[in-house]
């Protein structure tokens, strides 16, 4: 398993976006994201941060059914 990249809130928005996600609503310094991936739909929510924590970024993956991989990949 390959590690996480550091990564910011804009960057992972970016990232995502590339994917076919679009925004769907921001609240405060949060943004949600909806998508389709592997034939589910999914939604997303990215704290819009200079700097994600190791376990927000998992989290992040988890819920848009991305594996570290594909994530380092796209960038």
Known sequence: MAKLPVLSGAQVIQLLSHLG???????????????????????????????LAPGTLTSILRQADLSIEELINKK
Do not use: D
């Open 21 to 51: 996600f679009i925004k769907a609503a921001q609240k405060g310094s949060h943004v949600k994201l909806r998508g389709i991936r592997n034939g589910k739909k999914r939604i997303v929510i990215v704290p819009f941060h200079k700097e």
